[in-house]
């Protein structure tokens, strides 16, 4: 089969099935597969491609049929411009958190903090802080050792093993520390409102890094009341958080002794990050 026929009829299955990108998704998959960027597979879209590959391209537009996400369909999601390595252990890195790297990043820029990345899951913020900012460490730490075990991944690949280490801990284990800026992408969407997300995240993605309780703000609230103990005089703490969670937030931040100083707005001009400090 040639590369076009191939291309177009993957589309036409990934149309049928709702899914949105169909046409942009099917060149990814096919460029995965052949190791060939997108815009060499187009150039050259008369040219055959093996029986095993068009079988292994067809199995994977089925997988992506199913509202699979592709991230976890290619095993690789782009963040901060590096390319992280991902699986169903781990929420796929998404351009808001990019927003919570950026603002740390100039925070500190040409300093050496000590940083701990609460829930890190691929690695992809604490990786890419300590990528920007050469004399920084840092800390990362999970509950899921599956999570940790992507995170360390990603962290050899990009070379920061030296700088950045990985922990299956909890929260309530992190003791005798202190940081320079304890950030974290907690769970904060609702229990209640899980069943009512798109299909690839409710069906696909990690409950556990999901679900942030009733309220939403249960593990929110343990990394507020636990940077009363672990965060510096002058140190950081940098969240995101969810739509609508802002004024919830910053209440209980001002009953444990931290106040918001820096609030960073999303690509919908919603709240998504807020830094805070004694």
Same mark, same amino acid.
């Given at each position: 089969?040639?590369?076009?026929? #191939?291309?177009?009829?993957?589309?036409?299955?990934?149309?049928?099935?709702?899914?949105?990108?169909?046409?942009?998704?099917?060149?990814?998959?096919?460029?995965?597969?052949?190791?060939?960027?997108?815009?060499?597979?187009?150039?050259?879209?008369?040219?055959?491609?093996?029986? +095993?590959?068009?079988?292994?391209?067809?199995?994977?537009?089925?997988?992506?049929?199913?509202?699979?996400?592709?991230?976890?369909?290619?095993?690789?999601?782009?963040?901060?411009? !590096?390319?992280?390595?991902?699986?169903?252990?781990? #929420?796929?890195?998404? *351009?808001?958190?990019?927003?919570?790297?950026?603002?740390?990043?100039?925070?500190?820029?040409?300093?050496? *903090?000590?940083?701990?990345?609460?829930?890190?899951?691929?690695?992809?913020?604490?990786?890419?802080?300590?990528?920007?900012?050469?004399?920084?460490?840092?800390?990362?730490?999970?509950?899921s050792k599956k999570a940790i075990d992507v995170a360390k991944k990603n962290s050899n690949s990009l070379g920061l093993n030296?700088?950045?280490?990985?922990?299956?801990?909890?929260?309530?284990?992190?003791?005798?520390?202190?940081?320079d800026l304890i950030v974290s992408n907690p769970p904060y969407i609702k229990t209640g409102d899980i069943k009512n997300l798109?299909?690839?995240?409710?069906?696909?993605? *990690?409950?556990?890094?999901?679900?942030?309780?009733?309220?939403?703000?249960?593990?929110?609230?343990?990394?507020?009341? !636990?940077? !009363?103990?672990?965060?510096? !005089?002058?140190?950081?703490?940098?969240?995101?958080?969810?739509?609508?969670?802002?004024?919830?937030?910053?209440?209980?931040?001002?009953?444990?002794?931290?106040?918001?100083?820096?609030?960073?707005?999303?690509?919908?001009?919603?709240?998504?990050?807020?830094?805070? +400090?004694?």
């Amino acid at each position: 089969m040639i590369i076009s026929d #191939l291309l177009y009829s993957g589309s036409k299955i990934l149309k049928r099935n709702k899914i949105q990108t169909h046409q942009i998704d099917a060149e990814l998959i096919l460029s995965n597969i052949t190791k060939q960027q997108r815009e060499k597979l187009i150039i050259n879209s008369d040219e055959k491609v093996s029986k +095993r590959t068009a079988n292994h391209f067809n199995e994977l537009i089925i997988r992506r049929s199913t509202k699979e996400p592709l991230a976890y369909i290619l095993r690789n999601k782009e963040f901060w411009s !590096k390319n992280f390595f991902v699986n169903r252990n781990t #929420l796929i890195p998404r *351009p808001e958190t990019e927003l919570l790297c950026d603002i740390v990043i100039k925070l500190y820029k040409n300093k050496n *903090p000590h940083v701990l990345d609460i829930g890190t899951g691929t690695g992809c913020i604490l990786l890419s802080i300590l990528s920007e900012i050469k004399k920084a460490k840092g800390i990362g730490i999970d509950i899921s050792k599956k999570a940790i075990d992507v995170a360390k991944k990603n962290s050899n690949s990009l070379g920061l093993n030296k700088r950045a280490k990985f922990l299956t801990r909890s929260l309530e284990s992190i003791y005798n520390y202190k940081f320079d800026l304890i950030v974290s992408n907690p769970p904060y969407i609702k229990t209640g409102d899980i069943k009512n997300l798109s299909d690839d995240v409710s069906k696909f993605e *990690p409950k556990i890094a999901l679900d942030g309780g009733k309220d939403g703000l249960d593990v929110i609230k343990k990394v507020i009341y !636990k940077s !009363k103990t672990i965060l510096k !005089k002058l140190g950081w703490l940098a969240l995101e958080i969810g739509y609508g969670q802002h004024y919830k937030v910053s209440q209980i931040l001002k009953e444990q002794g931290l106040r918001e100083k820096i609030l960073v707005k999303d690509y919908r001009d919603n709240t998504r990050c807020i830094l805070a +400090r004694f």
